[in-house]
Nanobody, 125 residues
Framework: QVQLVETGGGSVQAGGSLILSCAVS????????MAWFRRAPGEEREGVAR??????????HYADSVKGRFTISRGDAKNTVYLQMNSLKPEDTAMYYCAAGVQVPGTRELAYQYWGQGTQVSVSS
């Protein structure tokens, strides 16, 4: 049973930083794509960042809204995924979710099969 547990959320003032962690248990296969999503009240879920290391290289992708401010990374043991968030803005306020998934065969789409419960990030102005 794959489980993802997010920690590190909290309240911070604009311009501050937070580090979110996602502890993965039940597998250690780096072929999974790992991602962070967020959902603000009344908004659609948004993909924030994703990382893939299954081919021996590190591939990352960021939403335009966080590019240059957020950094996604995997721990050395590959069973932890981090999201370093700098220069936080009030619009970053949301519940942040960690997810694990695979590429749909024959497509470039990713299907996220496993999700954590989320950790709240609140940024005040």
């Amino acid at each position: 049973q794959v489980q993802l547990v997010e920690t590190g959320g909290g309240s911070v003032q604009a311009g501050g930083s937070l580090i979110l962690s996602c502890a993965v248990s039940g597998y250690t296969d780096s072929s999974y794509h790992m991602a962070w999503f967020r959902r603000a009240p009344g908004e659609e879920r948004e993909g924030v960042a994703r990382i893939y290391t299954g081919d021996g290289s590190t591939h990352t992708h960021y939403a335009d809204s966080v590019k240059g401010r957020f950094t996604i990374s995997r721990g050395d043991a590959k069973n932890t995924v981090y999201l370093q968030m700098n220069s936080l803005k009030p619009e970053d306020t949301a519940m942040y979710y960690c997810a694990a998934g695979v590429q749909v065969p024959g497509t470039r789409e990713l299907a996220y099969q496993y999700w954590g419960q989320g950790t709240q990030v609140s940024v005040s102005s």
